[in-house]
């Protein structure tokens, strides 16, 4: 559990609720309430800007202009089909809030107003409430593939009726449509390779999906980083490398903003991939880039931690001491920022910090410095601005950093 700071000098601010988000920007009792604008009652630009909020990494700020368009839409708790863009982004909302179970009841209900995905997109319809069922079900496994098998079925359907008119006119929607064809199939792919890996036809699945993802993307990252997932899996390491080579030189050259750049995760995915098939040069120029798009990644700095020791291993194995401290040292900092991070978010994943502080310990022993390994405890209450609350936890957490 984390430390309780105090809250004299606190500057940590909590994620607000749903509540304290509306009553923060309610007007105090004793002020008349103002009048809502004609702008406030047009659920199209209530939702225009909850979408901008949810795109920016506000979802917080979104919820309650999202939920106010759906009350505009939808005065009662019935569902209707003026609603379905106000229930899916209030479904993709509550998914980057963490709360799960309330997306996917949203999503279940835009499945209930469009069972074969046949209103357009624009109206809310289409595939996308499958796919985000697909990997929010509470079964996995059998249940997620029925319910990718649903969003590509209705992939392939719109992906043939832009094909049929013609790709001049729609050369847009087509590149659109097959990109999210070939990321559900991959993501099939994963299905089969964790929760049903134990079918007889998984690998067969696999390479059957793996195929179709590449021959509708050939020039997309996604599908070559699933074949590398594969051939790793299948102890083909070769194989693996030359497809993450050819994943990752489709976009390294490109700026940040180019639209065939992977998304954040994607590529966080990619970097691991690099690390466990020993392409460290590229894993750490992929994690360095990363961490300039947003350096409160914990994840991040802790693979690219994770990734320089490793490199440091491989650089005494090959007895250049200089080079080896160097990453060692390199590898001490970015372990001792994810670990500086974590405390500050209060993050929650142990594992992850257990290997950590394990890692920063050996590298500090390795340096002939090991009281270093605590220091990040020091710098996060720096960084805080303020010192724990719980002097005698302190003291115990100290302790048992040095006894590493």
């Known amino acids: 559990m984390a430390k309780t700071k105090s809250s004299k000098r606190s500057k940590r601010r909590d994620k607000p609720t749903l509540s304290s988000a509306i009553l923060s920007k309610s007007p105090a009792k004793s002020m008349k309430p103002a009048k809502a604008t004609t702008s406030e009652l047009i659920p199209e630009v209530l939702l225009a800007e909850a979408t901008a909020l949810l795109q920016i990494s506000q979802p917080q ?14 005065p009662s708790s019935v569902p209707i089909l003026a609603a379905l863009p106000a229930i899916n982004l209030l479904g993709e909302i509550n998914v980057e809030l963490g709360d799960i179970a309330t997306a996917r009841a949203h999503f279940l209900s835009a499945v209930s107003l469009d069972e074969e995905g046949l209103i357009p997109e624009a109206a809310g319809g289409g595939a996308e409430k499958f796919l985000w069922l697909a990997q929010i079900c509470e079964e996995g496994g059998v249940e997620s593939v029925a319910w990718f098998e649903k969003g590509i079925k209705i992939l392939r359907r719109q992906l043939g009726h832009f094909q049929s008119q013609g790709e001049k006119g729609h050369s847009q929607e087509i590149l659109e449509n097959k990109q ?23 690998e067969q699945r696999c390479e059957r999906l793996t195929s179709e993802a590449l021959l509708v993307a050939p020039d997309q990252s996604q599908p070559l980083q699933t074949l590398a997932s594969v051939r790793i899996s299948q102890l083909r390491l070769d194989d693996a490398r030359a497809a993450l080579s050819r994943s990752v030189n489709l976009w390294k050259w490109l700026q940040p903003g180019d639209p065939a750049v992977p998304d954040f995760p994607t590529r966080v995915s990619l970097s691991r991939l690099l690390i466990e098939t020993e392409m460290y040069d590229e894993a750490i120029e992929t994690l360095e880039r990363l961490i300039g798009e947003d350096d409160n990644s914990i994840e991040v700095w802790y693979l690219g931690g994770w990734c320089l020791y490793l490199m440091g291993d491989k650089a005494v194995h090959n007895r250049e001491s200089e080079e080896a401290r160097q990453l060692r040292i390199a590898a001490r ?16 994943d142990e594992k992850l910090k257990l290997h ?23 710098d996060a209450d720096e960084l805080d601005g303020e010192e724990w609350e719980d002097d005698e936890n302190a003291a115990d957490k100290d302790e048992d950093m040095h006894d590493i």
């Open 61 to 74: 700020e979104a919820l309650p202009i999202a939920h106010r368009a759906l009350s505009i839409l939808q």
């Open 333 to 348: 900092e970015w372990l001792q920022n994810s670990l500086k991070i974590y405390e500050l978010l209060e993050y929650e």
């Open 180 to 202: 999210k064809l070939a990321n559900a199939l991959c993501g099939m792919v994963e299905v089969y390779m964790t929760d049903l890996s134990w079918e007889e036809d998984a």
């Open 356 to 378: 950590a502080t394990e890692l920063v310990g050996e590298l500090g022993e390795a340096l002939g410095d090991s009281d270093a390994a605590d220091e990040f405890d020091e």
